[in-house]
């Protein structure tokens, strides 16, 4: 047994894509970490399941419906209490038995915790890159302000994160984010124009839930990431840039003010990231299978397509103007992706529904957090009627 302190986590999305994948991370480093709050929105069969293995201090399901089914599954676990709602979920990521908050909730979802956290001062271990594209300003701000540290665990900003280790700030030229191009890389917009839900939710090389796949084929997510890497890592919008590297060895690469490159390079799998920022700063050893160069003899790079993925470009205006734009950006994306996986929206009408919305919906400069929420609402409002 070791004779260190265990690192005690909060885990805000435990039954998706991210948080189960950080629950193999627990499982493998026994000693180390010690799950106190397990949170999901509807998976009340997987979250009881989690809460039975793992015993954890608190529990919160999201949906009030499943709340009595959850409560009564756990009844003969009288220390897990069993907690609803938004509420219950920021008093979760605030408790003072928490010393780490992993939030893997998806979209807009993420704020108000994360915000919770912060206030705490948590150290945040950052899954929900939707938090600093619609509020990244005030969200660096509070973590400024109370100490918090936030370490990201999206695999191309912790690629970032680990070549700057060490690094002065200013040292920085530019970064550049690595993307795959998703599934329909190299299609035209006529091709893309027939795309069906099942054919994009076929990433190449990760498994991920379904809002992150179609925001993988429609290069939003990169937009999104592109905007997290801004408030991340304090840059000007000219120092980032984004390349289509397919086979995702490569997961980003940092630029410095003498020309050299630092890049971060592994197989694509993203208990890496999220093991290097639960452990930081130690690396903690794992059984992952290794890369081997000979197993890729070629790694290719070329130029985003724009013109045809237009989602990419937009994130770029919406960072550039700043105040609540990605905010816009977000909440249009969110119901946009929805209305396509229920087959109401075509896959090329995805940018159009977020242009017609930064357009459409009133610009803010400097966004305090409720103008944050009530541009959220109105987004949403305007998107739902755009995907009628």
């Given at each position: 047994?070791?004779?260190?302190?265990?690192?005690?986590?909060?885990?805000?999305?435990?039954?998706?894509?991210?948080?189960?994948?950080?629950?193999?991370?627990?499982r493998?480093?026994?000693?180390?970490?010690?799950?106190?709050?397990?949170?999901?929105?509807?998976?009340?069969?997987?979250?009881?399941?989690?809460?039975?293995e793992?015993?954890?201090?608190?529990?919160?399901?999201?949906?009030?419906?499943?709340?009595?089914?959850?409560?009564?599954?756990?009844?003969?676990?009288?220390?897990?209490?069993?907690?609803?709602?938004?509420?219950?979920?920021?008093?979760?990521?605030?408790?003072?038995?928490?010393?780490?908050?992993l939030?893997?909730?998806?979209?807009?979802?993420?704020?108000?915790?994360?915000?919770?956290?912060?206030?705490?001062?948590?150290?945040?271990?950052?899954?929900?890159?939707?938090?600093?594209?619609?509020?990244?300003?005030?969200?660096?701000?509070?973590?400024?302000?109370?100490?918090?540290?936030?370490?990201?665990?999206?695999?191309?900003?912790?690629?970032?994160?680990?070549?700057?280790?060490?690094?002065?700030?200013?040292?920085?030229?530019?970064?550049?984010?690595?993307?795959?191009?998703?599934?329909?890389?190299?299609?035209?917009?006529?091709?893309l124009?027939?795309?069906?839900?099942?054919?994009?939710?076929k990433?190449?090389?990760?498994?991920?839930?379904?809002?992150?796949?179609?925001?993988?084929?429609?290069?939003?997510?990169?937009?999104?990431?592109?905007?997290?890497?801004?408030?991340?890592?304090?840059?000007?919008?000219?120092?980032?840039?984004?390349?289509?590297?397919?086979?995702?060895?490569?997961?980003?690469?940092?630029?410095?003010?003498d020309g050299?490159?630092?890049?971060?390079?592994?197989?694509?799998?993203?208990?890496?990231?999220?093991?290097?920022?639960?452990?930081?700063?130690e690396?903690?050893?794992?059984?992952?299978?290794?890369?081997?160069?000979?197993?890729?003899?070629?790694l290719?790079?070329?130029?985003?397509?724009?013109?045809?993925?237009?989602?990419?470009?937009?994130?770029?205006?919406?960072?550039?103007?700043?105040?609540?734009?990605?905010?816009?950006?977000?909440?249009?994306?969110?119901?946009?992706?929805?209305?396509?996986?229920?087959?109401?929206?075509?896959?090329?009408?995805?940018?159009?529904?977020?242009?017609?919305?930064?357009?459409?919906?009133?610009?803010?400069?400097?966004?305090?957090?409720?103008?944050?929420?009530?541009?959220?609402?109105?987004?949403?409002?305007?998107?739902?009627?755009?995907?009628?």
């Amino acid at each position: 047994m070791s004779s260190y302190q265990p690192r005690s986590l909060a885990l805000l999305g435990s039954t998706g894509s991210i948080g189960t994948q950080t629950l193999d991370v627990v499982r493998a480093h026994p000693g180390r970490f010690l799950v106190v709050a397990l949170t999901a929105q509807r998976n009340a069969d997987l979250l009881v399941a989690q809460a039975r293995e793992f015993r954890p201090a608190v529990v919160v399901i999201g949906d009030e419906a499943q709340y009595a089914t959850v409560r009564e599954a756990l009844t003969d676990q009288p220390e897990t209490q069993v907690m609803t709602g938004l509420d219950a979920l920021a008093e979760a990521a605030a408790r003072p038995d928490v010393d780490v908050v992993l939030t893997a909730l998806v979209g807009y979802a993420g704020l108000l915790p994360t915000i919770a956290a912060l206030k705490a001062g948590k150290t945040i271990a950052l899954a929900n890159k939707e938090t600093l594209v619609v509020a990244g300003q005030l969200v660096t701000r509070l973590a400024r302000q109370s100490g918090s540290a936030i370490y990201p665990v999206d695999s191309e900003h912790s690629a970032i994160f680990q070549c700057l280790v060490g690094e002065e700030p200013n040292s920085v030229e530019k970064i550049i984010l690595t993307a795959s191009g998703g599934p329909f890389r190299g299609r035209s917009a006529q091709e893309l124009a027939t795309v069906t839900k099942a054919q994009a939710l076929k990433h190449p090389n990760w498994d991920m839930g379904a809002k992150i796949t179609i925001d993988s084929a429609s290069l939003m997510n990169k937009g999104l990431e592109v905007i997290e890497a801004k408030w991340l890592f304090g840059l000007t919008d000219e120092q980032i840039e984004v390349v289509v590297h397919p086979q995702s060895i490569i997961h980003s690469l940092v630029q410095f003010t003498d020309g050299s490159l630092k890049a971060q390079l592994g197989l694509p799998d993203m208990k890496l990231p999220i093991q290097y920022a639960l452990g930081y700063p130690e690396r903690l050893p794992n059984n992952f299978p290794r890369f081997s160069f000979l197993d890729y003899p070629q790694l290719t790079f070329e130029r985003p397509d724009g013109d045809t993925f237009r989602n990419l470009p937009l994130a770029f205006e919406a960072m550039r103007r700043g105040g609540n734009a990605p905010c816009v950006l977000n909440a249009a994306n969110e119901v946009a992706v929805a209305a396509f996986l229920r087959d109401q929206i075509g896959f090329l009408q995805l940018p159009d529904v977020v242009e017609n919305c930064l357009a459409r919906v009133s610009y803010l400069a400097e966004p305090s957090l409720d103008d944050y929420v009530h541009t959220d609402a109105e987004t949403r409002r305007v998107a739902s009627e755009l995907v009628k």
